[in-house]
C-alpha cells in the first residue's frame, strides 16, 4: 500500500496535535486542580455543579436561620427560667402570708415584695431579643405587654409570632405570643387568668388582709408556674427539633460536597500518571515521525 508524504504529515501532525493538547489539558488540571475551566468543557457536569451550588446558598441561609431560632428559643427559655423563679418567690410569699400570725405590717412587706415580682415580671415579658424586637411579641403589635399608670396590666398585640423556614419545608416558630406565655391559666375560681392579675390579685388581698383572696391567687401561682413550665418544654422541643435539622444539613453539606469533588476536582495524582503516559507517547511518536520522515523512501512516495 502507497502512503502519500502528504498523508504521513497529516496524519502524524494530527497525532502530536492531539497528545499535545492532552497533556496540555491535564497540565492545567493539575496546576488548577479542578477538570475543567469553562461550562462547554464538560455541559452535564457544569449544570449539576450549578444546582450543587445553588443548594449550598440555600443551606447557608437556612443555616443562618437556624443560628438566629436557637439564639430566640436558648433567650426564651432562659428568660422564661427568671419568670419561674420570681413565681416560685411569689408562691412562697402566698404560703406566708396566709400564716395567721401575721400582722399588718408583715403583710404589708409581702404586698410590697409581690408588686416588685409584678415589676419584674412585666420587665421580663417585654424583654427584647438581638433584633431588637420583642421577645414576646405578637403578629402585631409592639412588645410583650403594656402597664397602664394604674397598674393594670394587658397583652399588646394578637397572633402568633411568625416563624422562621429552617429546611425546605420546615419552619420553627422559635417564641411564642405574651398572651400565651402569660395569659389563659386556669383560674382557681373558674375560668382564666394571667400572671400579671394574679399578682396583682395577691397584691390587692395582702393590702385588704383577705385570707380567702391569698389562697386563692395561691392557687393561681401553682398554674401559672405550671404553664411556664409546659412553655419551657414545648421551647425544648423546637430546639431538639432544631438540632436535627442542623445534623441534616450538615450530613446533606457533606454528600453535595462529595459529589461536587468528584466532578470539579482533579484527581491529582491520576492526573500525573497519565500525563506521564501522554509525555511518553508524544515523545515517542515526535521519535518516530523525525526518523520516518527523514528516510530517503519518502522522497519517491505518492
Known amino acids: 500500500m502507497q502512503v502519500s508524504t502528504n498523508r504521513f504529515y497529516e496524519t502524524s501532525g494530527s497525532l502530536m496535535q492531539k497528545l499535545s493538547q492532552q497533556a496540555d489539558t491535564l497540565n492545567t488540571q493539575i496546576a488548577s486542580t479542578k477538570k475543567f475551566a469553562a461550562p462547554s468543557d464538560d455541559v452535564v457536569a457544569y449544570q449539576r455543579l450549578t444546582t450543587i451550588k445553588q443548594a449550598d446558598a440555600d443551606a447557608t441561609s437556612y443555616g443562618a436561620n437556624i443560628t438566629l431560632a ?30 395567721g400570725t401575721l ?29 431588637g424586637q420583642a ?17 393594670s396590666v ?28 402569660f395569659g389563659g391559666i386556669p383560674a382557681a375560681g373558674g375560668g382564666t387568668t394571667d400572671v400579671f ?14 385570707t380567702a383572696a391569698i389562697s386563692s391567687a395561691s392557687g393561681d401561682v401553682a ?15 423546637r430546639s431538639a427539633n432544631l438540632d436535627l435539622q442542623r445534623n441534616q444539613a450538615t450530613d446533606a453539606a457533606s454528600a453535595r460536597e462529595t459529589t461536587r469533588s468528584a466532578l470539579e476536582d482533579t484527581d491529582v495524582t491520576t492526573a500525573i500518571t497519565q500525563l506521564q503516559k501522554t509525555m511518553t507517547v508524544l515523545q515517542a ?17 505518492k
Open 135 to 151: 421577645l414576646f411579641g405578637a403578629a402585631t403589635g409592639n412588645g410583650g405587654v403594656v402597664q397602664a399608670a394604674d397598674g
Open 154 to 181: 394587658t397583652f399588646d398585640g394578637s397572633g402568633s409570632p411568625a416563624s422562621i423556614p429552617v429546611a425546605d419545608g420546615v419552619s420553627i416558630q422559635p417564641t411564642e405570643g405574651a398572651a400565651r406565655v
Open 70 to 99: 436557637q439564639s430566640l428559643l436558648d433567650q426564651s427559655d432562659t428568660t422564661l427560667g427568671s419568670v419561674e423563679s420570681q413565681l416560685q418567690r411569689a408562691s412562697e410569699l402566698a404560703v406566708s402570708a396566709n400564716n
Open 285 to 301: 511518536t515526535q521519535a518516530s515521525f523525525t526518523k520516518l520522515s527523514s528516510l530517503s523512501l519518502f522522497d519517491y512516495l
Open 223 to 237: 398554674a401559672a408556674l405550671s404553664q411556664i413550665g409546659a412553655m419551657r418544654g414545648s421551647l425544648g422541643a
Open 103 to 131: 400582722n399588718d405590717g408583715d403583710r404589708q412587706a409581702i404586698a410590697t415584695e409581690l408588686q416588685g415580682i409584678l415589676t419584674s415580671v412585666v420587665a421580663l415579658a417585654n424583654t427584647r431579643d438581638a433584633r
Open 197 to 210: 392579675a394574679t399578682l396583682q390579685g395577691m397584691v390587692a388581698a395582702l393590702q385588704n388582709n383577705d
